[in-house]
């Protein structure tokens, strides 16, 4: 199953990622993405607060996900490793729509203020795999590394992969584990 | 010399947080800001954008005092130490005044807004030591690597500083460095 289910919710980001990719995101309205969705503008608004929620309204799904990934590693895993897996696992849910993922990229990185809301988004991911480890007993300050080095890893490896042009040649799982391994070998670096 | 230079915006900063601290910072004008200094409310303009603005306006500062540090390093020394001693220098910074942090530190952290807005500045130090680190001749992703651990282990350290109650007994800088270490051994661990 990919990030995007196939409900209510999903069809609308889905229809609201190729306006705001199509028009820009300040010139398509709510109102617009309920009538592309052949929906009242009312119903948008069960579904999501605003225009700019639907933008990150999957984050706490992609968070819970990557909780339950890292709860599942086998205990013998070093928790870097399942942080590893876990993004990289993300990664392949992305992957499945990969023209969803660089329209929703495209339009944040057209607006300073979506890049700065992005950045406390993927702090919440950091965080959840922070929480996650600790559950499985790590210290908090090593649970801590883990998660911000993932996601920095995450935030250097995604545009990458957006800015390549054959989509289908491009992988972002693999892209992601190569990027981790050379934030890992650059912060090991001996003394 | 402490971050807060003692010019005039430094002295206005210095009165701004001993009133966010005592009255909030929504319940502090700027109008009360200047007049605590024996300004006008113009002169305050001339200084800052806004009340906000005084929170952040050192940072870029800070930023650049962290890229001259990491230049200024030996060329011998490997890009994750030249990053650590430069933060631990930043460190060093702060504690000259250490309630002066403290202060502006439980401003911010009573505001999931003002949250927002140090993420984002914390992600504009990561980035000027990436910055600095790829005019050493790093490539760029390991530049951002260590830019990103760095002030990861900065978000952890500083605040479990702050928290400390005896102000003479904590150092900030040795409390980063313990941080460092240990981001680092939680990111090196083997497979």
Redesign the interface.
Known sequence: MGRWAPDSRGRLARIAFALFAEKGFDETTSAEIAEAAGLTERTFFRHFADKRDVLFYAVPLAAGRLAERIAEAPAEV????AVTEAIAAMCGDFQEEPELARQRHRVIASSPALQ??E??KH?EL?RAIAAALVARGV?P??????G??GI??F??AFPAWCAQRRVKGADLPETFRQ?MA??????????
């Open positions: 070093a928790p870097i490793e700065e809301r950045l406390a702090e950091a210290d300050t090593p649970a801590r590394a883990c911000a080095v920095a890893a935030r250097v990027t050379a934030f890992r070998a650059a912060v090991a670096e001996a003394r």
